[in-house]
Nanobody
């Protein structure tokens, strides 16, 4: 089970940090990803991190502004979002994939959190 939190309203140029807490004892075996989806749009890959935390991958649209990290001792993955703009307004979802390498497609992720809304005001 995944529980995402940390969304909210922020001004353009501001920052937010999303958290996703996972239950279970095998958290480090899962690739963790963040996706986002605005109403009426397809789910979009944002970032992913390997089970060990040593490999990360970002969508071009967030590269250099967002940072994904994880704390396996706390069963938590984070998404630090800086320099936010209106195009980042979305519902953000965390997801887990029982894979040994990062996947960009949402179909690889079997477990999903409930989503947390990020709204960036201009």
């Amino acid at each position: 089970q995944l529980q995402a939190s940390g969304g909210g309203l922020v001004q353009a140029g501001g920052s937010l940090r999303l958290s996703c807490a996972a239950s279970g004892r095998t958290f480090s075996r899962y690739v963790m990803g963040w996706f986002r989806r605005a109403p009426g749009k397809e789910r979009e890959f944002v970032a992913a991190i390997s089970g060990s935390g040593t490999v990360t991958h970002y969508a071009d649209s967030v590269k250099g502004r967002f940072t994904i990290s994880r704390d396996n001792a706390k069963n938590t993955v984070y998404l630090q979002m800086n320099s936010l703009n209106s195009e980042d307004t979305d519902v953000y979802y965390c997801a887990a994939a029982a894979e040994d390498r990062i996947h960009l497609g949402s179909g690889a992720y079997a477990y999903w959190g409930q989503g947390t809304l990020v709204t960036v005001s201009s």
